[in-house]
């Protein structure tokens, strides 16, 4: 898959391998597998590349979050794009591996500034310790080099999820599946959050978005989106028009 790119750093913990790979204007990071962890344009590193990375931003044009936490930071897209789109917002991320975060502020231009926070730890752990109310908007990204995560999956996972939003908070998932319905895993989700909204990107992705409170849909031509995309052009309209609600 990186046939055409130059490994420019590569680094080793207990978990496996770092490698940052150039690629004409791109950087990539991943744990030296078939799969991309992150994706950023050199010129503009605070862009999400990945479909799926930009879709993850639409629930800010429902609710723009004040505090989000972002669990799993790969290269940083997800936390640099929030960090750029809100000059107010501050973003909390929940990383395992210090060589990955080591790895997103030198080579990925992760911000270092005092409204960007980064905890290594254990995301299921870290959930647990977050006070309640505490988080806007929770974006979860937990993958290792080939598989998502099992704490995605986990029902306490997202008990915890649903007790650090607010009320009118926003849950953005990258899930390894699309949703089956009616299964334990997916009325559970339903308890917490009566309004379920998903998105499959063109790599099959799924990215399900969840909220607690009703909600009015957004037209792909609302003018919001355009505001939106003057502040962060990742495609808002074109994005927001593949999205469909979940029953």
Known sequence: MFNE???????????????????????????????????????????????YNRAMMLPAAFHMPARVTVLGLGGGALAS?????????????????????????EFFSLPQT????????????????LPDASSDMILADLYSADRMSPAQSQRVFMDSCARVLTDDGWLALNYHRPPVPNDAWFRQLKKHFPVLLVFRSKTNNTVLYASKQPLEAINA???KLNVLERTLPIGWRKLMAKVSRLE
Request: aromatic share 4%; proline share 4%.
């Open 221 to 223: 031509k609302d003018p």
């Open 114 to 129: 005092d409204r960007m926070q980064v905890t290594v730890a254990d995301a299921r752990v870290a959930l647990e310790q």
């Open 81 to 105: 794009a929030f960090h750029h789109l809100n000059p107010e917002c501050t973003v909390h991320v929940v990383e395992l591996r210090q060589i990955v975060v080591d790895v997103a502020r």
């Open 5 to 51: 790119g130059e490994i420019i750093h590569h680094v080793r913990d207990a978990l496996g391998s770092v490698l940052v790979i150039d690629e004409r204007k791109h950087r990539i990071l991943t744990f030296n597998s078939i799969f991309e962890q992150s994706k950023i344009d050199r010129r503009t590193p605070h862009l999400p590349v990945h479909e």
